[in-house]
């Protein structure tokens, strides 16, 4: 018997559980093709408040709220020992009327969370076979699992992450790009409040960035040359203890690292698409890129959003080809500026030319000191295109 489906959703990492649950939401059939995850992951993400409306839309958001923290002030400090040095820059979502910018949330709880919502929908039904293989028809997709599980669905959402099987079977290319830096993450205990204040040191080899959760405990993103990660995951606690409450000049007090440090190599992938036939890419499948802002899972979120957005204006799964045109127009400028950005302020925090230090330092110090900028910034930061009524329906409607 043949399986078919609306949607297929290729990836169950957090963009694919969110997709699955967005396109059950809007009463679609869902195959969801999600393999387990390949190692358990200790990182925190730090989500808009955007995202945290889809969270919300999804009705999950009540499940991972009590192991999250508010970010109310979001600062940039200076770190480098450079000629150009910028001033500190503080950003209060105060400032743009907001309580918050967004949540701090640990990976696993929202994971769990997630996969706890697609099993109890009886619009999904989950494989757990990776998928193989896959044709583009003109009414439907064909997927092969490698199983042997061949089923098809009108559209596709390939969420399956920067190696896609998918992505590759459609045809579409990517441009992708490494970076002398790999990404200590780790939670620490402090003395002192964080007061809901994440604070972002600009150093030499990357960025190394606070980002509070509940009580007295943070954490930790530390970007490093990937021939330290060994010394440092191998370090005493105490001395390890010690070099952490020295890089953040103590400005949370004696800090206290907790089990379970990882490391995660940084890169940069964009697609040259977005969608071909009847399959968007969604999350680290078109795009990813270093943890400078919390951008990327926030950018993936948009993406299912917009997705959602553009299937059901197509009329359903069965517009999908005109879904797929209309997303890749309005992906463009959102993932190419995220993608160009991020790339920019990481290439001149690692450079040592002095009119690229010189550039970024004037940038923050514009930022600083230039109230409506700031203001400007922050807005688009927070809802790309918002002068354009930015925000999707998914985001918009609550509960
Ligand atoms: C250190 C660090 C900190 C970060 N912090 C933030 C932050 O604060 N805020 C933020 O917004 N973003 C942050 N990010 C980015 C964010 O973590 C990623 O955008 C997000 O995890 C990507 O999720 P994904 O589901 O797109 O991809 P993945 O997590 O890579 O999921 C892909 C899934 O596809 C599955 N898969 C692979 N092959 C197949 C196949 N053939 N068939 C089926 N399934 C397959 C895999 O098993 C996996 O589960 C951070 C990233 C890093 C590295």
Redo the contacts with the bound molecule.
Sequence with gaps: MQLQYDIAV???????AVAALAAAAEGWRVAF???P??RQDG?????LSQSIDLLEHLRVWDQVQPVSAPLRTMRILDGTSRLFRAPPVSFHASEIDLDAFGYNIPNEPLFEALHRATSASQAIERFHS??AAAAQGDADITLDLEDGTQLTARAALA?????S?LREAIGIQVKTWSYPQS?L?MNFSHRLNHGDISTEFHTEQGPFTQVPLPGKRSSL?WAVKPDQVDRYLAMERADLNQEVEQRMRSILGAVEVEDGIQA?P?SSLIASSFGAGRTMLV???GHAFP?IG?????L?LRDIMQAIDALKAAGGPDGAPRAVSDYNRKRRIDVTSRTAGVDLLNRALLSSFLPMQALRAGGLAALSAIPPLRNLAMREGMTPGWRKGGASTLSAQRG
Excluded at 159 to 163: I, L
Excluded at 294 to 298: D, T
């Design positions: 290729v990836g169950g990492g957090l963009a694919g093709i999600a393999p995850p390949p990182r925190t993400t730090a989500l990776p998928l969420a399956d992450g920067r190696n099987a990404a993450v993103v995660w940084l999350g680290e499948t943890p919390a951008q990327g899972l926030n993936g």
